[in-house]
């Protein structure tokens, strides 16, 4: 299999001309790392060609086992844990990982990690549910898929590190009326924002135009985003936005799936398929957060609801903005009332409810472990194979993972914390907003911190995401309709 990946990606190496692929790929791969590689093609012509041949995708995606945790590796993509499993062993990611001194070392631990890994999260007795259904399958891509630019992916989690460093430019654009926003989220190059009266706007995020809007839910919009194609073209370069579906959730106790871009003359989906009415029969509530993975959506309600829904997908494959009919249940766990946030990976989630963290198996839905926390939690986001905790009071920024149940302690904080207080993660880039009016930039790798001082109002909402040339934060407060987008580009001579 690993053979016919590589056959496959030499006969479309392009490159250097006259140089055999093969030898072409052994000088790849002795380079080592992605910044070696990025470094390599500023030297001339040839080296860029050398490195930018699009048929050769196993060196990035090696540099990307390599550089980036496989957690947080993971959430970029959103591929199964399977797929980087089988991968790991190829001979593609033995050629890079072996061509240093500590390469086989360093393969052995790697293949260690793996296999631990896999014994950790496999549970007992456990039986794979599945439903004859497309739309609890999804196919994933090998290694040298075309669609999968492992540059691109490397890169945007190496660019994360830069946020307060390269030359940045604010815009903060307001709106002369309306709600407060409810939520924000960043698709490439677009700002999404839910709004209190339920409707969402889509802004550009350089300029601060306003492209369309959707009014959808009625009251105090929350909203996730659905990755295009199932996650296989994020990073393709010739895909004209990063996420085709926008979920949202609002008072009136429902679920919209709306596609993307939005448009002026965009209307709430009228029809039943488009939208779940919640109530009937999974949530009967306000609908507090949204969490997406691949094509399976979880609905936190606060009537203490758990609801698990998947996207459509026809036989084709083709993901359509309805909810499947029969591919939907309920987390069931005792005396749970108002359910404030939820995340989830692969496999788990764990939710905050009445001071308590609960952690759910997808594939029994069961509750596994649950966790009474002295410290409210006010925000909770994926990282990696983990969740981050943003607790009130003065008290650090804790991460737990979900396969371990370990709390390890990721930022330590100077300020009070609110309920108002709230937290983003892309990469391992973290936002954290407070009352004070900042957002405080932490990068988990490069242990670097940066202050962005936005406004004297509290801090509702901020994300983290990138355009394809650098970070890009996005903040809101509770003062006014505003948004301030923080974007950071890179020098000249950097690749």
Not at 79 to 89: K, P
Not at 311 to 318: F, K, P, Q, T, V
Not at 366 to 390: F, I, S, T, Y
Not at 402 to 430: F, K, M, N, Y
Request: glycine content about 8%.
């Amino acid at each position: 299999m690993a053979g016919e990946m590589c056959a496959s990606a030499s006969a479309t190496c392009a490159g250097i001309p006259g140089l055999p692929s093969e030898i072409q790929g052994e000088i790849l791969y002795r380079l080592y790392d992605g910044v070696t590689l990025a470094k390599a093609r500023q030297v001339c012509y040839l080296w860029k060609e050398l490195v930018d041949q699009p048929g050769d995708k196993q060196v990035w995606y090696t540099v990307c086992r390599h550089s980036i945790p496989r957690g947080v590796l993971q959430q970029m993509t959103q591929f199964d844990r399977d797929y980087f499993l089988q991968t790991a062993s190829n001979k593609v990611a033995r050629s890079l990982e072996c061509s240093c001194g500590k390469g086989q070392q360093q393969l052995e631990q790697r293949k260690s990690q793996d296999r631990r890994h896999s014994e950790d999260t496999s549970l007992e007795g456990v039986v794979h549910k599945y439903v004859d259904c497309q739309c609890g399958r999804q196919l994933q891509p090998c290694v040298a898929d075309p669609v999968v630019y492992w540059r691109s992916v490397y890169m945007e989690w190496y660019r994360g590190r830069f946020a307060g460093n390269w030359a940045v430019v604010k815009t903060d654009y307001h709106q002369t009326f309306g709600p407060l926003i409810n939520s924000i989220a960043i698709s490439g190059d677009y700002i999404l924002t839910g709004m209190g009266n339920g409707s969402v706007l889509q802004w550009e995020a350089v300029t601060g135009r306003l492209m369309g809007k959707c009014h959808a839910n009625v009251g105090g919009a929350v909203m996730a985003l659905h990755c295009r194609d199932g996650y296989n073209s994020k990073y393709n370069a010739s895909s004209q936005s990063v996420h085709d579906f926008v979920v949202t959730g609002g008072r009136d106790g429902l679920v919209y799936i709306v596609p993307l871009p939005l448009t002026w003359a965009q209307a709430a989906p009228d029809q039943p398929a488009h939208r779940m009415h919640t109530h009937m029969p999974l949530v009967g509530s306000v609908v507090n957060c949204i969490s997406v993975w691949q094509d399976r959506v979880i609905v936190a309600g606060a009537a203490g609801d758990l609801c698990v829904l998947n996207l459509y997908r026809n036989s084709s494959g083709e993901v359509s903005p309805h909810f499947c009919p029969t591919h939907h249940y309920r987390l069931e766990g005792d005396n749970v009332k108002t359910v404030k946030f939820v995340v989830q990976t692969q496999d788990r989630a764990v939710s905050y409810s009445d001071s308590k963290l609960l952690l759910w198996c997808l594939l029994t839905r069961q509750c596994l472990r649950e966790v009474r926390r002295d410290e409210w939690v006010v925000g909770m986001v994926p990282h990696g194979n983990a969740a981050l905790l943003l607790s009130s009071g003065v008290g650090p920024v804790t991460e737990v993972h979900l396969d371990s149940w370990a709390e390890v302690d990721v930022l330590e904080r100077e300020e009070q914390v609110t309920p108002w207080s709230c937290i983003a993660a892309h990469g391992d880039l973290i936002a954290v907003g407070t009352n004070s009016g900042q957002v405080t930039l932490y990068h988990t790798v490069t242990k670097s911190r940066t202050i962005l001082r936005v406004s004297d109002a509290p801090i509702t909402a901020v994300d983290i995401g990138d355009d394809g040339e650098g970070p890009v934060v996005a903040i809101v407060t509770n003062s006014s309709p505003a948004v301030w987008v923080y974007h950071w580009f890179p020098p000249d001579d950097e690749d």
